[in-house]
T-cell receptor, first 111, second 114 residues
Framework: GQQVMQIPQYQHVQEGEDFTTYCNSSTTLSNIQWYKQRPGGHPVFLIQLVKSGEVKKQKRLTFQFGEAKKNSSLHITATQTTDVGTYFCAIVEGSQGNLIFGKGTKLSVKP | ETGVTQSPTHLIKTRGQQVTLRCSSQSGHNTVSWYQQALGQGPQFIFQYYREEENGRGNFPPRFSGLQFPNYSSELNVNALELDDSALYLC?????????????FGQGTRLTVV
């Protein structure tokens, strides 16, 4: 089945620094989703990308889908302590949308 | 708040026992999926139910089984528990609108097998 590899596994930043996590696949993806999971919490849907080269922004978060639809990235500008958590990319499979998750990037932000 | 509720929130079981976890999906969502999340890992797809029928299954043995009821609530049953079954079990209901399939996760059940 399809898989996605996420890097880095961990990222420690000073508050105000930028952060980027990358998601890569060896096969062409039809779509990719991003989720955030706060410590002790559950995954929360952030966005879905479907078009080649697509770029979407949500305030300080920028999501990108590669031209070949084999990679994606999430960039956070000027991190805040509220950004702490694990960020997962996921592929939507099947007609009803079951998800194949990457292993996630755990972000810690030092005030 | 997603509207997806799971019970119980925490559970401790002994190896070899059986467990039933419950999920009430968000109103209007007729698809429910179950995921297992081991510590430090991403959620892994167990299976999905759509209109009370199993609609897809991940790489989990038959001792993992499920049900979906007419009101779209769901159960996950695990027989013959093993130590490696210790994990956070997440239920997600989903709504497909056009090309977007957004999953709404419950808060999870933390299962510890001793």
């Amino acid at each position: 089945g399809q898989q996605v590899m996420q890097i880095p596994q961990y990222q420690h930043v000073q508050e105000g620094e930028d952060f980027t996590t990358y998601c890569n696949s060896s096969t062409t993806l039809s779509n990719i989703q991003w989720y955030k999971q706060r410590p002790g919490g559950h995954p929360v849907f952030l966005i879905q990308l479907v078009k080649s080269g697509e770029v979407k922004k949500q305030k300080r978060l920028t999501f990108q889908f590669g031209e070949a639809k084999k990679n994606s990235s999430l960039h956070i500008t000027a991190t805040q302590t509220t950004d702490v958590g694990t960020y997962f990319c996921a592929i939507v499979e099947g007609s009803q949308g079951n998800l194949i998750f990457g292993k996630g990037t755990k972000l810690s932000v030092k005030p | 708040e997603t509207g997806v509720t799971q019970s119980p929130t925490h559970l401790i079981k002994t190896r070899g026992q059986q467990v039933t976890l419950r999920c009430s999906s968000q109103s209007g969502h007729n698809t429910v999926s179950w995921y297992q999340q081991a510590l430090g890992q991403g959620p892994q797809f167990i299976f999905q139910y759509y209109r009370e029928e199993e609609n897809g299954r991940g790489n989990f043995p038959p001792r993992f089984s499920g049900l979906q009821f007419p009101n779209y609530s769901s159960e996950l049953n695990v027989n013959a528990l093993e130590l490696d079954d210790s994990a956070l079990y997440l239920c997600a209901s989903s709504l497909v609108v056009g090309a977007i399939a957004e999953a709404f996760f419950g808060q999870g059940t933390r299962l510890t097998v001793v």
